[in-house]
């Protein structure tokens, strides 16, 4: 399959979820996941505003992960994820809206969820 259709098909999927978060007036925490990277992003509940990033491809996660900065596996996607709690919660975020994108609720998508809650964003 080729990949700009793949995307297409991962777009059209996070649509509804979209539409949905909007209507709960709650800010949304975005993953997008790419082969070397996970990033994840706190979006304001009117959409307009990026209160909080955290990502493999920033340079101190990089030194943490050590030097090869293994972005692309599940341990990196955790890191991420308390990560962005702690910076969403810096910026008065306490719940949010998990917004997976339409990638599959697994494997990275899921560390990095389940290590913000663990790191208190509610979702």
Do not use: L, M, S
């Given at each position: 399959m080729h990949h700009v259709e793949q995307k297409e098909q991962r777009l059209r999927r996070a649509?509804?979820?979209r539409i949905r978060i909007a209507n709960q007036g709650v800010a949304r925490l975005t993953v997008n996941r790419t082969n070397l990277h996970i990033y994840a992003t706190v979006i304001s509940d009117d959409g307009t505003k990026v209160l909080a990033t955290a990502s493999t491809a920033e340079g101190e996660m990089r030194k943490a992960l050590g030097g090869s900065g293994k972005g692309g596996n599940a341990a990196a996607?955790?890191?991420?994820?308390?990560?962005?709690?702690?910076?969403?919660?810096?910026?008065?975020v306490e719940k949010v809206a998990f917004d997976r994108a339409g990638f599959a609720y697994h494997g990275r998508v899921k560390a990095l969820a389940?290590?913000?809650?663990?790191a208190g964003l509610q979702f």
């Open positions: 649509r509804q979820t996607a955790e890191q991420v994820g308390k990560r962005i709690a702690e910076r969403a919660k810096a910026a008065g389940e290590a913000a809650r663990e």
